[in-house]
């Protein structure tokens, strides 16, 4: 499976971007989906989750109510909006799947996008 991430930027704390993925694998549907996250001198975290049936979502707290993990199984992509960015929202972005459990491991990662928020 490969991903590509896009819709990093550069962004006042405060406003919004939205983050995309586009897989290539035909069985993609099948696959449960993740943004993870990596900032400077950091751990990678995982930011939110999402069924392949659309059905279950997980957010971590620290942006839970601002981000919002979508998909789009027809084209194969997916989303993550990020609205009343903070700095510390500063990180690369990734995305991931994995065709075992929501909870991971996650075997396939993208090359990750950056995003960084101004204060």
């Known amino acids: 499976v490969q991903l590509v991430e896009s819709g990093g930027g550069l962004v006042q704390a405060g406003g919004s971007l939205r983050l995309s993925c586009a897989a290539s694998e035909r069985t993609f549907s099948s696959y449960h989906m993740a943004w993870f996250r990596q900032a400077p001198g950091k751990e990678r975290e995982i930011v939110a989750r999402?069924?392949?049936?659309?059905?279950?979502?997980y957010y971590a707290d620290s942006v839970k109510g601002r981000f919002t993990i979508s998909r789009d199984n027809t084209k194969k992509m997916l989303f993550l909006q990020m609205n009343s960015l903070k700095s510390e929202d500063t990180a690369v972005y990734y995305c991931?799947?994995?065709?075992?459990?929501?909870?991971?491991?996650?075997?396939?990662w993208g090359q990750g996008t950056q995003v960084t928020v101004s204060s």
């Open positions: 991931a799947a994995t065709p075992r459990e929501l909870g991971g491991p996650y075997d396939y």
């Open positions: 999402i069924s392949w049936s659309i059905t279950s979502t």
